[in-house]
């Protein structure tokens, strides 16, 4: 099956950013993906200033558009993120909808960016954002997919579960920065898909010079050998790349690790 990555420019003006996304969306389905992920914080600039003003409920304006494009199109649309409000708290969080507009699954980003790298960059969500509580997969007719968002990859028990429930793409909007973009956003992706001989595939928004925050870009999807097999530069962009569950299974066959786990030594396992 093919799978599409949005590569959004996210603009100040919410409205901007939901009718652009949404021709983009549009256009993927028209080259024939089935499957199309928004990046993170497709609907607001990225920053704690601005997730209590864009924030919504969900329902609402930035999940009904894609519910509606996800319904005309007749594909799985994988929204990205959005800032969320619910009970007077606000979490990061990416919701799924099926090709009759049915939202599927809300994933809610469990492990908060909150870093300090000195001269470089410091960033803490915790400032404004509540951390998610539950593992987020979803099932569709091609395969089972796994749900993270942005600094959920660096945390490979997260990606090895759902490797062991049955997920054989995982898929993480992500929006990595000048500092640990060049260095870590490729290497964490291609290593969470080796690790698991699953695919990994990251959405992030175009890069914005004159943002507060300034995105790396470079959406990619890697496949089960740790191969980069699509990748967008920095610039606003489609990418697409074919899933192969054949070849995943091969590889599989070739280096056979699920079967080699020493399980009487070691367990990764969910706790909730």
Same mark, same amino acid.
């Given at each position: 099956?093919?799978?599409?990555?949005?590569?959004?420019?996210?603009?100040?003006?919410? *409205?901007?950013?939901?009718?652009?996304?949404?021709?983009?969306?549009?256009?993927?389905?028209?080259?024939?993906?089935?499957?199309?992920?928004?990046?993170?914080?497709?609907?607001?600039?990225?920053?704690?200033?601005?997730?209590?003003?864009?924030?919504?409920?969900?329902? +609402?304006? *930035?999940?009904?558009?894609?519910?509606?494009?996800?319904?005309?199109?007749?594909?799985?649309?994988?929204?990205? *993120?959005?800032?969320?409000?619910?009970?007077?708290?606000?979490?990061?969080?990416?919701?799924?909808?099926?090709?009759?507009?049915?939202?599927?699954?809300?994933?809610?980003?469990?492990?908060?960016?909150?870093?300090?790298?000195?001269?470089?960059?410091?960033?803490?969500?915790?400032?404004?954002?509540?951390? +998610?509580?539950?593992?987020?997969?979803?099932?569709?007719?091609?395969?089972?997919?796994?749900?993270?968002?942005?600094?959920?990859?660096?945390?490979?028990?997260?990606?090895?579960?759902?490797?062991?429930? +049955?997920?054989?793409?995982?898929?993480?909007?992500?929006?990595?920065?000048?500092?640990?973009?060049?260095?870590?956003?490729?290497?964490?992706?291609?290593?969470?898909?080796?690790?698991?001989?699953?695919?990994?595939?990251?959405?992030?928004?175009?890069?914005?010079?004159?943002?507060?925050?300034?995105?790396? +870009?470079?959406?990619?999807?890697? *496949?089960?050998?740790?191969?980069?097999?699509?990748?967008?530069?920095?610039?606003?962009?489609?990418?697409?790349?074919?899933?192969?569950?054949?070849?995943?299974?091969?590889?599989?066959?070739?280096?056979?690790?699920?079967?080699?786990?020493?399980?009487?030594?070691?367990?990764?396992?969910?706790?909730?």
């Amino acid at each position: 099956f093919r799978l599409a990555l949005v590569q959004l420019l996210v603009s100040p003006v919410k *409205s901007d950013n939901l009718k652009r996304a949404c021709e983009l969306v549009k256009k993927a389905a028209q080259q024939g993906a089935q499957i199309v992920a928004l990046p993170e914080c497709f609907n607001s600039p990225y920053g704690n200033k601005f997730f209590p003003e864009y924030a919504e409920k969900i329902p +609402g304006q *930035s999940t009904q558009m894609m519910s509606d494009v996800a319904k005309e199109c007749g594909i799985y649309l994988i929204g990205g *993120s959005i800032p969320e409000e619910d009970s007077g708290k606000l979490y990061n969080t990416c919701t799924v909808f099926g090709p009759d507009g049915a939202l599927l699954m809300k994933h809610r980003k469990i492990h908060l960016f909150d870093i300090d790298v000195p001269g470089k960059i410091c960033f803490q969500e915790s400032e404004t954002l509540s951390p +998610g509580d539950q593992l987020s997969m979803f099932d569709t007719p091609y395969c089972k997919i796994g749900v993270g968002i942005c600094y959920d990859i660096r945390f490979a028990e997260l990606a090895q579960i759902y490797t062991k429930k +049955g997920c054989q793409l995982l898929v993480y909007p992500g929006a990595f920065n000048m500092t640990t973009g060049p260095a870590h956003w490729e290497l964490l992706q291609r290593a969470r898909a080796l690790d698991n001989q699953v695919y990994v595939a990251t959405a992030s928004p175009a890069r914005d010079d004159k943002a507060s925050y300034v995105a790396w +870009g470079h959406s990619s999807v890697v *496949s089960p050998w740790g191969e980069v097999i699509a990748n967008a530069d920095a610039d606003e962009a489609i990418i697409s790349a074919d899933i192969d569950l054949q070849y995943l299974a091969e590889v599989r066959q070739q280096i056979p690790i699920h079967v080699q786990r020493r399980h009487d030594l070691y367990c990764v396992e969910e706790k909730k």
